[in-house]
Nanobody, 114 residues
Framework: VQLQAFGGGTVQPGGSLRLSCAAS????????MGWYRQAPGKQRELVAT???????NYADSVKGRFTISRDDAKNTVFLQMNSLRPEDTAVYYC?????????WGQGTELTVSS
């Protein structure tokens, strides 16, 4: 599985942004896909995941602000981020979980700053 993430940038606090992650390979064998992030000096942390069946899981810090979705026709997962905060600043990584293996995209950077 190869993953390519798009959509990072610089946004003001309170703004919105949508990340996209396009998967190539055996998309329908993927158990779940999601987004993780890593802020400077911190460990990578889960942001949101969505299973093949559509079940979603969010980090407490983003609940009510972020929405993960998928378009299976386009082999793509999205992360809609609203009400962004400076603490959301990080490199965001797309993840796919398949046959007990984790696959990672190259990361896309989000900066939330006024």
């Amino acid at each position: 599985v190869q993953l390519q993430a798009f959509g990072g940038g610089t946004v003001q606090p309170g703004g919105s942004l949508r990340l996209s992650c396009a998967a190539s390979g055996s998309y329908y064998s993927i158990t779940s896909m999601g987004w993780y992030r890593q802020a400077p000096g911190k460990q990578r942390e889960l942001v949101a995941t969505i299973t093949r069946g559509g079940s979603r899981n969010y980090a407490d810090s983003v609940k009510g602000r972020f929405t993960i979705s998928r378009d299976d026709a386009k082999n793509t997962v999205f992360l809609q981020m609203n009400s962004l905060r400076p603490e959301d600043t990080a490199v965001y990584y797309c993840n796919a979980y398949k046959y007990s293996l984790n696959y990672w995209g190259q990361g896309t950077e989000l900066t939330v700053s006024s």
